[in-house]
């Protein structure tokens, strides 16, 4: 089967959860299926290929899973990034807002060197805020940025447009499959 005819096959949509109004895209599906996540990190590593980076870094909670199975597949460092107060060294903070209030991402400060090529890796791309807070970090690092990837991305909320305010371009951001509105 298609990869995106496949994870759309597993991938749940719960209504109102965490809370009223989120349509959250439970892709706990797709590592259950050790050969489905298979062809998603393939797929990935087609599209940014092993040789386009240095070091993976996943934004938590699920890109951290889906990360470390890049990075463990392409025989890459890894490292995470968190919400505030979660990482034990010393780290660096960038803000970030959302539909209510603000929210705010964590890296060591020593989680990349100076002029690496870094993929940030997370599960799914929403209004953006959280990638783009993620690419800020590593440029603070001293780090490049070769791109983001993700397994879903919510095509009706133009998560892109933050990441392009960054300067990234459209090649640079990836996502394996796209939903529509009430999808
Ligand atoms: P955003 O900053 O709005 O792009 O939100 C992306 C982050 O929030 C990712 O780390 C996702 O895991 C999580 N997230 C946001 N919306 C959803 C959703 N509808 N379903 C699952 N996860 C979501």
């Not at 496949?6 to 991938?11: C, Q, R, S, T």
């Not at 090529?117 to 490049?144: F, M, N, P, Q, S």
Request: charged share 25%; glycine share 10%; with cysteine.
């Amino acid at each position: 089967m298609e990869l995106t005819k496949a994870l759309k096959a597993v991938i749940r949509t719960i209504p109102d959860f965490p809370k009223p109004g989120i349509a959250f895209k439970d892709v706990t599906t797709v590592f259950q299926d050790p050969a489905l996540a298979r062809r998603c990190v393939d797929q990935i590593l087609a599209e940014f290929p092993v040789s386009s980076f240095d070091v993976v870094g996943g934004i938590e909670a699920r890109g951290l899973i889906l990360g470390t199975l890049i990075a463990h597949d392409s025989e890459r460092p890894f490292f995470p990034f968190r919400k505030p107060g979660k990482l034990p060294w010393k780290t660096l903070r960038e803000s970030y807002r959302l539909e209510y209030g603000e929210n705010a991402l964590e890296m060591h400060v020593d989680a990349v060197g100076e002029g690496q090529r870094v993929l940030i890796v997370d599960d799914l791309l929403a209004t953006g805020g959280t990638a783009a807070a993620a690419t800020r970090l590593v440029r603070r690092a001293g780090a490049e940025m070769t791109g983001i990837a993700f397994l879903v991305e919510l095509g009706y909320l133009d998560g892109r447009a933050p990441l392009l305010a960054e300067g990234l371009t459209a090649q640079q951001i990836r996502s394996l499959i796209i939903f529509g509105e009430g999808e």
